[in-house]
């Protein structure tokens, strides 16, 4: 069965910076693709940033690029969101999800395991 288990949210004023990890088991993800997404209240679900584990591609929401940054640790079946620069918008509940796919997808309904989600609320 697998599991995914995030981290690391929490409440920060505007312009701080947060880490959020996000621990796979039950399986191994290599080669294929995990990410964030976020919902904030009263919206969908929206791709925030993306890894493929092959050759380490990374990929990001217009919103987020160049503030946030993914990584991954292999070895710990691990992979991290880190958001600096955050502003009162980032504010939501933040979802690490993996795919069993290759591509990297926009859209959460094409993605195939998800974590609870960790609350990031942004202060102005």
């Known amino acids: 069965q697998v599991q995914l288990v995030e981290s690391g949210g929490g409440l920060v004023q505007a312009g701080g910076s947060l880490r959020l990890s996000c621990a796979a088991s039950g399986r191994t993800f290599s080669g294929y693709t995990m990410g964030w997404f976020r919902q904030a209240a009263g919206k969908e679900r929206e791709f925030v940033a993306g890894i493929r584990w092959s050759g380490g591609s990374t990929y990001y929401a217009d919103s987020t690029k160049g503030r946030f940054t993914i990584s991954g640790d292999n070895a710990k079946n691990t992979v991290y969101l880190q958001m600096n620069t955050l502003r009162p918008e980032d504010t939501a509940v933040y979802y690490c999800?993996?795919?069993?796919?290759?591509?990297?997808?926009?859209?959460?309904?094409?993605?195939?395991?998800w974590g609870q989600g960790t609350q990031v609320t942004v202060s102005s």
């Open positions: 999800a993996a795919s069993n796919s290759r591509i990297m997808y926009w859209a959460a309904s094409r993605w195939d395991y």
